[in-house]
C-alpha cells in the first residue's frame, strides 16, 4: 500500500531530526543568497557539514568558494538565507538578537586575519584579554584566567606590552588568548597564519591545538595554508558552496601518518567530482554509471554525435 501523505511528512521530520544528531555544528542544506544591485550571488548553495565536539578541523577550498561565508553564519555575525545552523544546541536561524548577542560573546570565539581587527593597539595583551571578561560582566577578581590563558598559549612575556610591541605571531596568539577569554565551545579562525612566514605560522597553529587539547574546545581554521591542513585530523574541501571532499588523517601501523581523501556524498547521493578528475578524462554534463559487487565505475559518456543536434 502507498504511504499517505502525513506517513511521508512524518518520514521526512525523522530525516531531518537525524541529520548531525546532537553534534556540534550542524548544517543541513545551508544557503546563502547575497544580493547586490539586483544580482544574486549564492555563496553557499545547500552546504552539508557536521562536525563533533572537541574536534580540530580545516576548511579550505579556492576563492570565492564561500569559506568565510560559512565562518561568519557559524559566527553568529551573519543569518543564511535557508537550511539549518546549529552550534551547540542553538538554532542560528532563529536566534534572537539578545541570544545572538549572548551567543556570541560567550559561546563563540573569533580569530580574523588581520591582526589589527583582533586587538585593541592602546591596550596591552592582559588587558585586550580582560575586555570581553569586563563586558560579560564577570567580576575584576576573577579575571585572573587572562595570565593563565597567556601562559598556555606562551606569550605571558608579552602581558604587559601593548599590540605594536608585539610581533605578528605573539599578537595572533594573544588574540586567540583574548577569543578564549569567556570560555567559548567553539573557536573559529579564518586565515589566522595568512600574514605570517611559515615558522611564525607553526606557533599560531600550535597555540589552537594547545587551546584544542588542552580546554577541549573545538577549532575550525578557515585556511590556504597547506602546514595548517597537513597537521588537522579532518579537513574539510568546499567548492561552489558545498562540501565536496574530506581528508582523514590517521597514525598508520607503523606509526606513520596517512592522509585518506573522500569525496562527500549527500544524503541525495549526490558528490562533487574533482576537478582534475573530470578534466584528465573529459567529463561533463554526464557520465555513465556502472554498478559493481564493491565499487561503482565512473565513465565518460560516449561520443553521439547526433546527440546534440
Ligand atoms: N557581502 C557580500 N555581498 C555580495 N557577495 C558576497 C559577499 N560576501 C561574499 N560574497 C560572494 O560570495 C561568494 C563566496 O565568498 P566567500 O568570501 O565566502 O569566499 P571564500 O571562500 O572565503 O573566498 P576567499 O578565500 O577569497 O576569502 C563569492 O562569490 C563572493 O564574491
Given at each position: 500500500?502507498?504511504?499517505?501523505?502525513?506517513?511521508?511528512?512524518?518520514?521526512?521530520?525523522?530525516?531531518?531530526?537525524?541529520?548531525?544528531?546532537?553534534?556540534?555544528?550542524?548544517?543541513?542544506?545551508?544557503?546563502?543568497?547575497?544580493?547586490?544591485?539586483?544580482?544574486?550571488?549564492?555563496?553557499?548553495?545547500?552546504?552539508?557539514?557536521?562536525?563533533?565536539?572537541?574536534?580540530?578541523?580545516?576548511?579550505?577550498?579556492?576563492?570565492?568558494?564561500?569559506?568565510?561565508?560559512?565562518?561568519?553564519?557559524?559566527?553568529?555575525?551573519?543569518?543564511?538565507?535557508?537550511?539549518?545552523?546549529?552550534?551547540?544546541?542553538?538554532?542560528?536561524?532563529?536566534?534572537?538578537?539578545?541570544?545572538?548577542?549572548?551567543?556570541?560573546?560567550?559561546?563563540?570565539?573569533?580569530?580574523?586575519?588581520?591582526?589589527?581587527?583582533?586587538?585593541?593597539?592602546?591596550?596591552?595583551?592582559?588587558?585586550?584579554?580582560?575586555?570581553?571578561?569586563?563586558?560579560?560582566?564577570?567580576?575584576?577578581?576573577?579575571?585572573?584566567?587572562?595570565?593563565?590563558?597567556?601562559?598556555?598559549?606562551?606569550?605571558?612575556?608579552?602581558?604587559?606590552?601593548?599590540?605594536?610591541?608585539?610581533?605578528?605571531?605573539?599578537?595572533?596568539?594573544?588574540?586567540?588568548?583574548?577569543?578564549?577569554?569567556?570560555?567559548?565551545?567553539?573557536?573559529?579562525?579564518?586565515?589566522?597564519?595568512?600574514?605570517?612566514?611559515?615558522?611564525?605560522?607553526?606557533?599560531?597553529?600550535?597555540?589552537?591545538?594547545?587551546?584544542?587539547?588542552?580546554?577541549g574546545v573545538t577549532v575550525v581554521i578557515v585556511t590556504h595554508d597547506p602546514l595548517v591542513a597537513?597537521?588537522?585530523?579532518?579537513?574539510?574541501?568546499?567548492?561552489?558552496?558545498?562540501?565536496?571532499?574530506?581528508?582523514?588523517?590517521?597514525?598508520?601501523?607503523?606509526?606513520?601518518?596517512?592522509?585518506?581523501?573522500?569525496?562527500?556524498?549527500?544524503?541525495?547521493?549526490?558528490?562533487?567530482?574533482?576537478?582534475?578528475?573530470?578534466?584528465?578524462?573529459?567529463?561533463?554534463?554526464?557520465?555513465?554509471?556502472?554498478?559493481?559487487?564493491?565499487?561503482?565505475?565512473?565513465?565518460?559518456?560516449?561520443?553521439?554525435?547526433?546527440?546534440?543536434?
Open positions: 500500500m502507498n504511504p499517505t501523505l502525513s506517513e511521508l511528512e512524518a518520514e521526512a521530520a525523522r530525516g531531518k531530526a537525524a541529520f548531525g544528531g546532537d553534534a556540534h555544528i550542524v548544517c543541513d542544506n545551508l544557503v546563502r543568497i547575497y544580493k547586490t544591485e539586483g544580482v544574486e550571488v549564492v555563496a553557499l548553495q545547500g552546504l552539508d557539514l557536521v562536525i563533533e565536539e572537541g574536534e580540530l578541523v580545516a576548511v579550505v577550498g579556492a576563492s570565492g568558494s564561500g569559506k568565510s561565508t560559512l565562518l561568519n553564519v557559524l559566527s553568529g555575525l551573519d543569518v543564511p538565507t535557508a537550511g539549518v545552523a546549529r552550534v551547540a544546541g542553538m538554532d542560528l536561524l532563529s536566534m534572537t538578537p539578545k541570544d545572538r548577542l549572548r551567543y556570541r560573546r560567550s559561546v563563540v570565539g573569533f580569530i580574523w586575519q588581520q591582526t589589527a581587527r583582533n586587538l585593541l593597539p592602546y591596550l596591552n595583551a592582559r588587558e585586550n584579554v580582560e575586555l570581553p571578561m569586563k563586558l560579560a560582566g564577570m567580576p575584576r577578581g576573577d579575571r585572573g584566567r587572562a595570565m593563565d590563558l597567556l601562559e598556555l598559549l606562551g606569550v605571558a612575556s608579552c602581558a604587559d606590552r601593548k599590540i605594536p610591541e608585539m610581533s605578528g605571531g605573539e599578537q595572533q596568539r594573544v588574540a586567540i588568548a583574548v577569543a578564549l577569554a569567556n570560555s567559548p565551545q567553539l573557536i573559529l579562525a579564518d586565515e589566522p597564519t595568512g600574514e605570517l612566514d611559515s615558522e611564525t605560522s607553526e606557533q599560531v597553529f600550535e597555540a589552537l591545538r594547545t587551546a584544542n587539547r588542552q580546554l597537513s597537521q588537522v585530523d579532518r579537513t574539510i574541501g568546499i567548492r561552489d558552496g558545498r562540501t565536496s571532499s574530506e581528508t582523514l588523517r590517521r597514525e598508520g601501523a607503523e606509526g606513520e601518518i596517512v592522509a585518506e581523501e573522500y569525496a562527500v556524498l549527500d544524503r541525495v547521493g549526490r558528490l562533487q567530482l574533482p576537478r582534475d578528475f573530470m578534466n584528465a578524462l573529459n567529463m561533463e554534463r554526464r557520465v555513465r554509471l556502472e554498478l559493481e559487487p564493491d565499487h561503482i565505475g565512473v565513465w565518460p559518456a560516449r561520443e553521439e554525435p547526433d546527440d546534440e543536434r
